[in-house]
């Protein structure tokens, strides 16, 4: 019993962990720019494509905190809605700076749902299941991606093109597989003594509502910040969002890096462009990743002071 109970504290207090390694990573990724370049890179876009980029990120943000939600309704448990809303918010931007999604905001939800008696079992449900939200999303995303992006998007390597119809195919076979088991599959799957249940087929077209959602989100943030110095068709720039997007994701590089600037430098060629992509690149940065990851770390240290204060700690 004593082992247990230090091993949750310790659980626990790893959320403080990634959230430092989090702020720490965005540093990182931001540092090697001096702060003219950061002040320019945002005060070059025009304020109306400012404001559409922040609410497409809140907006993004309050979808990847229903991932929660619909966890919480996976395993058969009710939270007053704040508990999920924080518990989202924070998580999804811890992970999203350090990458490793599933340990980094793992630690986060244990953290917070150990204290309002969620049991461990069901807490490890609920990480399993958003991971399978986000991971059917990107099944029917590579699919769509595949279908807007250009072929010159990943250049002109037949390896490359041969490599990603492969992976929409894989895309597609996974899909098909999630939902016919979600209609047809009925049997528990237990795995270390925790019963995971296939969810119903309503619930299965939720989380590729959501987690569709939420990438869409993402994307506006850049659109809107890019749109106002390069025409670029957004069926385009949505396709190559996507697979990129996903391809960040999976690479465990935080934020993506790199993978973006792969992506839009061979559909935005020219120096002129790279420039440009250059900036919006940063301002995307700094909308999507760093200001959630501030607003959250205020949040935390809020919650945790008030917690501790009416606990007496």
Not at 22 to 43: C, G, H, N, P, V
Not at 70 to 91: E, M
Not at 139 to 168: D, Q, R, W
């Amino acid at each position: 019993m004593k082992a247990s109970a230090v091993l949750n504290k310790l659980i626990s207090r790893l959320g403080i962990f990634f959230f430092i390694l989090a702020a720490y990573m965005i540093y990182r990724q931001l540092s090697k720019y001096s702060i003219e370049e950061l002040k320019d890179a945002l005060l070059s876009i025009p304020y109306k494509n400012l404001y559409l980029a922040l609410c497409a990120s809140f907006m993004g943000y309050v979808a990847l905190s229903t991932y929660d939600f619909l966890a919480l309704k996976y395993i058969q448990k009710k939270l007053a809605s704040w508990k999920w809303i924080l518990t989202g918010f924070i998580g999804f931007s811890v992970s999203n700076n350090a990458g490793h999604a599933i340990v980094s905001g793992g630690a986060v939800r244990y953290r917070f749902y150990s204290r309002w008696d969620i049991e461990a079992g069901d807490i490890v449900k609920m990480i399993t299941f958003s991971g399978f939200t986000y991971l059917v999303a990107c099944f029917f995303l590579i699919i769509l991606g595949y279908l807007l992006t250009p072929e010159h998007a990943f250049g002109g390597n037949e390896s490359t093109k041969v490599s990603t119809f492969i992976t929409m195919i894989l895309s597609v076979v996974g899909l098909c597989i999630y939902l016919w088991a979600s209609i047809y599959y009925k049997k528990d799957l237990v795995i270390k003594g925790i019963d995971f249940k296939m969810p119903n087929f309503k619930l299965a077209l939720e989380q590729i509502f959501i987690g569709s959602l939420d990438i869409l989100m993402a994307s506006l943030v850049l659109y809107s910040v890019l749109i106002s110095f390069v025409e670029i068709d957004f069926f385009t720039f949505m396709g190559a969002f996507i697979i990129a997007q996903v391809l960040g994701v999976y690479s465990q590089v935080p934020g993506g890096l790199g993978v973006f600037e792969l992506v839009f430098s061979n559909i935005l060629p020219g120096q002129d462009n790279q420039a440009i992509l250059f900036g919006a690149l940063i301002a995307y940065r700094i909308i999507y990743y760093l200001l959630p990851l501030i607003v959250s770390g205020i949040v935390l240290i809020t919650y945790e002071y008030f917690r501790n204060r009416r606990e007496g700690v």
